[in-house]
Structures are given as C-alpha cells and as structure tokens.
C-alpha cells in the first residue's frame, strides 16, 4: 500500500513564525503536491514537484515556499505565517499516472 | 473562477437508495476525471477516475457517468451505506501531461440509516 505521512496531525504557530511541514512518501512517486483545504473552497493547489529539486507553482503559491532535496520527501515552508494560513494542508503523491495518494492532512492554526 | 463546481454543497439519502452527486466543468481541455471520498481528520482517498475518451466507468457500488458535451459527470452510489457518508471531490486534469489537478468544492454525502 502506498504511504504518505505528514509530520504533524495538528499544529499551533504563532503570526510571523517560519513553519516547516514534511512530507514523506514510500513509493518511490515521481510527482508532489501541495494542497490546501478550505470550507466552500475545495483543496487549491500550492505547489507541486515532479522531480527532485524541480518544483511549479499551483493555484496560491503566495506565501508559501517548496523544498525537494530527495525523491520520497517534499516539505512546504510558510516563510512569515499568517492568519490567513491557518487551514487543512495536504499531501499528495502520484507516479507517472493519473491518481495521487494523499497523507491524513496537517491542521494549521496560527494565532 | 471556479473551473470545477459541485454546486450541491450537501446531499442526503436513505440507506439502500441510490446517491448521485454531480460536477460541472468548463474547460473543454479536462480529458481525465477522478472522485475522492473525504472522511472528517483523513486525508481524499482515491474513488474512481474516467477517461474523456469514455462516457462511463463501473466499479462495484459506484459509477461514474461522463458527458462531454454537456461538461458534466456524475458519481452514482447504488445501493447507498452509512458509511458512504463523507465529503465527495471530483477533480479534473487536461492534457499537458503535468498531472495536476483541479478539485471542485466537494459535495457532503449523508446517508441516513
């Protein structure tokens, strides 16, 4: 079975912090992605990685920055966390086909 | 500009009864369709996909009917368990080969016992 793992279940930062969220995959999956979900507005793509150290901007890539140093892991870096942050972050994995594999969510809260 | 809709935020149905929920997509380039099934605290879980090049695919309790010339595609859920009950997301992808996806607002799924 596939395996995505995020680092965190639920995570508490405060406005200004930098936060780091991991992302590990087992499958060997070529392809990444960062989403997040939000109420009335379905899972919008940050970014998304199809291969070490390649990275592409999604739908709302403000505010946020990727990391690819190795194939199974892609981290998602909220540079100065803001309010406006706080949500469900998700992570997402796919080889060369159609359906991705996603972790069980982060749930971000900034203060 | 929503390019995926599920314009029914909420659905429910009797138990054994058969769900349909729909997506609506407007650009003509999506050749591929999925549906993912949300529980509360876990991450999508991969439902079904279908392929432009089809107008229906079946899998066990769940189908999935496409209709391009109407952009339209709907997940029916026959016959409907309580455990059904989640929030559903179809996504659409187009051709470029970048397998990124566009998800709809997802459609939460009732099923009453």
């Known amino acids: 079975d596939v395996k995505v793992t995020q680092s965190s279940r639920y995570l508490v930062k405060r406005t200004g912090e930098k936060v780091f969220l991991e992302c590990v995959q087992d499958m060997d999956h070529e392809n990444m992605f960062w989403y997040r979900q939000d109420p009335g507005l379905g899972l919008r793509l940050i970014y998304f990685s199809y291969d070490v150290k390649m990275k592409e901007k999604g739908d709302i890539p403000e505010g946020y920055s990727v990391s690819r140093e190795k194939k199974e892991r892609f981290s998602l870096i909220l540079e100065s966390a803001s309010t406006n942050q706080t949500s469900m972050y998700l992570c997402?994995?796919?080889?060369?086909?159609?359906?991705?594999?996603f972790g069980p969510g982060t749930r971000l809260t900034v203060t | 500009d929503q390019q995926v809709k599920q314009n029914s935020p909420s659905l429910s149905v009797q138990e054994g009864r058969i769900s349909i929920l729909n997506c609506d997509y407007t650009n003509s380039m999506f050749d591929y369709f999925l549906w993912y099934k949300k529980y509360p605290a876990e991450g999508p879980t991969f439902l079904i996909s279908?392929?432009?090049?089809?107008d229906k695919n079946e899998d066990g309790r769940f189908t999935v009917f496409l209709n391009k010339s109407a952009k339209h595609l709907s997940l029916h859920i026959v016959p409907s368990q309580p455990g059904d009950s989640a929030v559903y997301f179809c996504a659409a992808s187009d051709a470029t080969g970048t397998y990124k996806y566009i998800f709809g607002t997802g459609t939460r799924l009732k099923v009453l016992a």
């Open positions: 997402a994995s796919s080889p060369t086909t159609y359906e991705q594999y």
């Open positions: 279908i392929s432009s090049i089809k």
